[in-house]
């Protein structure tokens, strides 16, 4: 009776979003003073920005068919639609404040006369109010701002659907969807507005750089991924074989084939640097990819299918953050010792011992940090990294880093112990036996 009333007060709370919606007071956007006119639009961009839409929406099926193949055979769809349904959570958190919160008037301090927002005010766009056919002035200036706001709606869909892999095979289905609801709010979109809006906090004050999501989608699921794994605690059964191999192969392509929306498409434009970010992020995963396979076997481990497609989207990880400032030689070091450093920490057997399923941590958290740190020294651009600016732009990047490490994994713990004591969120231990696509949703794979 007290689930049947969880689920009946989750139906609830849509349906007062939907009809919230209807009655919400909505501005067109000629009112607004930070709107350019339609001749500002650049139709090259609006295609390519609608393609890379969409190769961005693909990543999370692509994520669910990769998680979704390499855990045990009774935990496949249950593992799988923990990715699917951040499609529809997300996307409605995002529409009615999510975006506001993100990329709304910077609400923050002033600091030596100038202001830094550490997140965005929530009535800005909430159900996009605003967000129509008119570019920003200073967000996607040449597109529609709709467009710019359901492109990064697909990031914020796919942050949390990674943290699924850490926790699979002994998380209750209700529990996580009130969890991704609360990280969105309390830990994606303050990151977000911080380091993309141009007077947040990290980015305006700290100068940091994050080109398509290393830090703001991969260090916040990889820290949100093992502050989870500690408040949930190991499975009973921490061994298991992969169930679907060419799942993972599916997956790994999908994923791939999408991170070029995710990456070039943050150039935001039909550019230069779109095309260069497209070529650093195919060449740093080949390099990442062979990299993996080849340490495995130096390592007396088998040349495997299932390495060779985790060796790959860690070089996608890792080129995240500086696809659009780094040249192709470099991205072919950045997969190198990307690949190194995630798969040492793969087979540490600390990590191992506290159970992150699929070792979400290792590779996009780790992959995250590293591309943040490789970013901090090679970006290219008027001090923008050790080489073209000096120690102390390496320093400000250092000192995010370790904030945004402290806020994301915090923040996460929190939230965590928040969601198990409203609703519990480890599975009983007959449900974890039985498996969850079973125990949760009366399916079969």
């Not at 067109?28 to 609006?46: H, L, M, P, Q, R």
């Not at 040249?327 to 793969?346: C, D, H």
């Amino acid at each position: 009776m007290r689930l049947q009333k969880r689920w009946i007060a989750a139906f609830v709370i849509t349906a007062i979003v939907a009809v919230t919606g209807l009655f919400w007071p909505h501005q067109s956007a000629e009112v607004g003073k930070n709107f350019n006119t339609t001749e500002s639009i650049n139709y090259a961009d609006v295609a390519w920005l609608l393609t890379a839409s969409c190769l961005v929406l693909l990543m999370t099926p692509g994520l669910s068919f990769f998680y979704g193949g390499m855990v045990g055979k009774k935990n496949v769809i249950s593992t799988m639609l923990k990715s699917f349904i951040c499609l529809g959570v997300i996307s409605l958190l995002w529409v009615t404040v999510g975006f506001s919160l993100s990329f709304g008037s910077p609400l923050g301090f002033t600091i030596d006369g100038t202001h830094y927002g550490v997140i965005g005010n929530p009535f800005d766009f909430a159900f996009f109010n605003q967000v129509e056919a008119l570019p920003h002035k200073s967000l996607g200036t040449t597109i529609p701002f709709i467009l710019f706001a359901l492109f990064q709606m697909k990031f914020a869909v796919i942050t949390p659907a990674i943290i699924t892999g850490a926790l699979a095979e002994r998380i209750r289905f209700v529990s996580f969807l009130l969890f991704i609801c609360l990280f969105a709010l309390f830990i994606y979109t303050p990151l977000c507005h911080m380091i993309w809006h141009p007077h947040g906090l990290l980015c305006g004050y700290f100068g940091v750089k994050d080109f398509a999501g290393g830090t703001v989608v991969h260090m916040s699921a990889g820290f949100a991924a093992l502050a989870g794994v500690i408040v949930l605690g190991k499975r009973k059964n921490s061994e298991h074989i992969p169930t679907n191999i060419p799942f993972v192969l599916l997956g790994t392509g999908l994923l791939w084939f999408g991170w070029f929306g995710f990456n070039a498409g943050s150039a935001l434009a039909a550019n230069g640097t779109a095309a260069m970010a497209f070529a650093t992020t195919t060449i740093a995963s080949a390099s990442a990819m062979l990299t993996w396979v080849f340490f495995d076997r130096m390592n007396k481990r088998r040349v495997s299918a299932l390495g060779a497609c985790i060796g790959a989207v860690v070089g996608l990880v890792v080129i995240t953050p500086s696809a659009g400032y780094v040249t192709i030689p470099q991205s072919i070091f950045f997969g190198f010792i990307g690949a190194i450093v995630s798969n040492k920490m793969v087979y540490w057997k600390k990590l191992k011992q506290i159970d992150d399923t699929l070792d979400v941590f290792a590779c996009h958290g780790v992959g995250g940090i590293m591309g943040m740190i490789l970013t901090a020294i090679f970006a290219q651009g008027e001090n923008a990294s050790l080489l073209h600016g000096g120690w102390g732009v390496f320093g400000h990047h250092m000192l995010a880093l370790v904030l945004v490490s402290v806020f994301t994994f915090g923040g996460a713990y929190v939230l965590f112990k928040i969601t198990n004591y409203i609703i519990p969120i480890r599975v009983s231990e007959e449900a974890e036996e039985i498996g969850l696509d079973w125990s949760q949703h009366r399916e079969k794979f």
